[in-house]
């Protein structure tokens, strides 16, 4: 099995501290295609968690771009399980004045997900700044490309 370190971490011991290494196994990654209203959607989901939906003219591309993104992964077609979430999100796609709670995996940087927690207040169809974004967050006031 391919397993990479993700993080070191302080832990104490009787001796003093020691360094553990935290051991990430490589996943398998559940996806699938689904043709909507701005042309594909491609999901792919991890322990029944959403990691990641992007959107565009080219299955076969949308799988190159996922397969970009977690390379270390492994790749398996969404079965029974996860299905439901596949028409849940072009749902989404085709109705975002229909707010639905989709089981997100949000990681990121600390002003990553303030602005994930801002932009989730922000009702489908309406617009928002980025100055206005930064004031609700506390961040920056010029663009970044960390965001």
């Not at 591309?61 to 390379?71: G, V």
């Not at 709670?101 to 617009?127: F, H, K, N, S, Y």
């Amino acid at each position: 099995m391919d397993t990479q370190t993700s993080n070191l971490h302080l832990t104490e011991s009787g001796k003093g501290d020691v360094l553990i290494p935290l051991i990430r196994a490589a996943a398998t990654i559940g996806f699938a295609v689904a043709p909507c209203s701005l042309g594909f959607v491609i999901l792919a989901v991890s322990e029944h968690v959403i990691r990641s939906i992007m959107v565009g003219d080219d299955p076969e591309m949308l799988m190159s771009d996922l397969q970009n993104q977690f390379p270390n992964d492994a790749f398996e077609i969404i079965e029974d399980g996860d299905a439901g979430l596949v028409a849940k999100v072009v749902d989404l796609i085709e109705r975002p004045e229909q707010a639905s709670e989709l089981p997100v995996d949000i990681r990121g940087t600390d002003l990553q997900t303030r602005v994930w927690d801002a932009l989730q207040t922000v009702p489908a169809g309406a617009t928002m700044n980025y100055t206005f974004l930064a004031e609700q967050i506390d961040g920056p006031v010029a663009p970044s490309k960390h965001i």
